[in-house]
């Protein structure tokens, strides 16, 4: 089977991106990409590209490029599955809120509703994507909705997770570590798979482009998040060691780097990690494990998640010891607010815990991030529900650029490691603050021995 039609449900980080790059790389492909969210399909068709909803570096070139010839943005979603041979689904998958599994399971509402409109308005043979981040056997279900909601139409079900990070999406596309396809064993699932291999291998190697079974797909997504995530924590919790020994994490990072099984990558200490899926897919994990009843391998992964939580609330403990135990009244300028460079998402940013217990103390936070409005930071610390959406607008403020962020501070802390932080003029800053000027630095960015010549007191993480 040649595909000329794909059909993407969810405009969101992961739709959008993935879908560009489809297009841009496969001309002789129509790929529609379709939300409920007007605003965001608007923000999508904006004539400048630089307005898209999302912020990736390469990202509105590749738009202003293929958007109208092949790619189009659309709310039309049941006109889009029509005509599509393949249909994505790149729907959120967050943490459920509520009933069993609270705080814990995927929520899976978004899925199932796009499975039953694909039902509902296929009348020929499709082939279903999950792109979203699923818990293993999820293709059943889907499956089964499909069956027996649907006109008489075959599907068949291919997993296909997405391993892009944010900040680096485009790159990540287009030149991915792998990609990852799960299909049935049947002759048909044989041949979906195959029909999707052919639309990567336009520009992703053979070698690259993984086939599996399902199961071992769906899983592999979670357990990849997974141990990311753990070599984090697995830094961060060496981090508060060395703090107590004298060590430096950062020595003890690229010393265990070098060795050819660790490897160097992710090993960077921090105030934590965040985003939209490390905390979400770990937890599901813990759920699916407590669900088939093996709590050792439950316990094993959550610890990931304490860590974290532990890390956060270490750097904003540290902070009010530092400043004499009170931070009642005194500003405290953050420098980012996203939760890694290059982005401009900033969910479950370390950020927004941090200035919660900061507020939580009566300090006043004056922000500053190159891609975050205020209304989002603010929508970050309501969301919360630690206090009333009036007392975070006092305690909050945002600025236009760091210099007036930081002036009159008693600290500054950064959150974001985004590059200007290293190209500022830090004796102005210096000069502007209270004193002593600390400054907490939750990426260990800043050269620590320039900052103290310079007069501040300096603490990084893991040193
Ligand atoms: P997102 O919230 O940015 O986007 C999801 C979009 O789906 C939203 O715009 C929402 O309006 C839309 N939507 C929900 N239900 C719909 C429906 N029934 N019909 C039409 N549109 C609908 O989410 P995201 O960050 O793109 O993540 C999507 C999935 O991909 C998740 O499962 C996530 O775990 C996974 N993932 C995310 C990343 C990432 O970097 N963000 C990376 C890999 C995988
Ligand atoms: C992560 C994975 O890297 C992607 O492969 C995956 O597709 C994606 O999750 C997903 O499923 O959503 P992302 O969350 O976008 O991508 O970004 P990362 O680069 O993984 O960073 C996550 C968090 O960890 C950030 O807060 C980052 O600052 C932090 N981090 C990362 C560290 O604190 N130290 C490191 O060494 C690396």
Not at 386 to 404: H, Q, W
Request: glycine share 6%; with cysteine; aromatic share 8%.
């Amino acid at each position: 089977m040649k595909i000329t039609k794909i059909c993407c449900i969810g405009a969101g980080y992961v739709g959008g991106p993935t879908m560009a790059v489809i297009a841009q790389k496969c001309p002789h492909i129509q790929v529609t990409v379709v939300d409920l969210n007007e605003q965001r399909i608007i923000d999508w068709n904006d004539p400048n590209t630089d307005n898209i909803p999302i912020y990736e570096p390469g990202l509105s070139e590749i738009v202003a490029e293929a958007r109208g010839r092949n790619l189009f943005f659309s709310t039309e979603v049941e006109k889009a599955i029509d005509e599509a041979q393949v249909i994505f689904i790149s729907v959120n998958t967050p943490t459920k809120t509520y009933g069993k599994g609270k705080g814990m399971a995927a929520d899976l509402k978004y899925i199932e509703l796009c499975a039953r409109q694909i039902a509902k308005v296929a009348k020929e043979n499709k082939i279903v994507v999950e792109k979203s981040t699923l818990p293993v056997r999820t293709a059943e279900a889907i499956k089964s909705i499909l069956d027996n909601t649907g006109n008489g139409v075959q599907f068949q079900i291919l997993s296909n997770p997405e391993f892009l990070a944010e900040g680096t999406a485009v790159t990540d596309l287009l030149n991915p570590d792998r990609i990852l396809i799960g299909g049935d064993t049947t002759p048909e699932g044989e041949e979906a798979i195959k029909a999707l291999v052919d639309v990567y291998a336009n520009w992703v190697d053979k070698e690259k482009i993984l086939t599996t079974n399902v199961w071992s797909s769906e899983l592999s997504k979670l357990t990849a998040n997974a141990f990311l995530a753990q070599r984090i924590s697995s830094i961060n919790a060496m981090s508060e060691l060395c703090e107590k020994t004298g060590a430096d994490v950062n020595e003890v990072a690229r010393a265990i780097g070098m060795d050819s099984r660790i490897g160097p990558k992710f090993l960077k200490a921090s105030v934590g990690f965040g985003g939209s899926c490390f905390q979400k897919d770990i937890l599901n994990l813990v759920y699916i494990a407590k669900s088939y009843g093996l709590n050792e391998v439950a316990d094993y992964w959550e610890q990931v998640i304490i860590m974290n939580d532990h890390q956060k609330k270490r750097f904003s403990s540290k902070i009010v010891q530092t400043l004499y135990n009170t931070v009642a009244d005194k500003k405290i300028a953050f420098l980012g607010w996203a939760f890694k460079k290059d982005t401009n998402d900033t969910r479950e940013s370390a950020a927004i815990y941090v200035a919660d217990d900061l507020i939580n103390e009566q300090a006043r936070i004056s922000v500053y991030d190159p891609k975050v409005s205020k209304t989002k930071i603010l929508n970050d610390l309501n969301y919360l529900e630690t206090r009333s959406v009036e007392e975070n607008n006092l305690a909050v403020s945002t600025f236009a650029s760091a210099y007036d962020a930081c002036k009159d501070a008693h600290a500054i802390a950064i959150l974001t490691e985004w590059d200007e932080f290293t190209t500022y003029d830090w004796q102005k800053i210096y000069d502007s603050m209270h004193k002593p000027a600390f400054l907490f630095d939750g990426r260990n960015i800043l050269d620590a021995k320039k900052l103290e010549s310079i007069g501040f007191i300096y603490n990084g993480i893991g040193s």
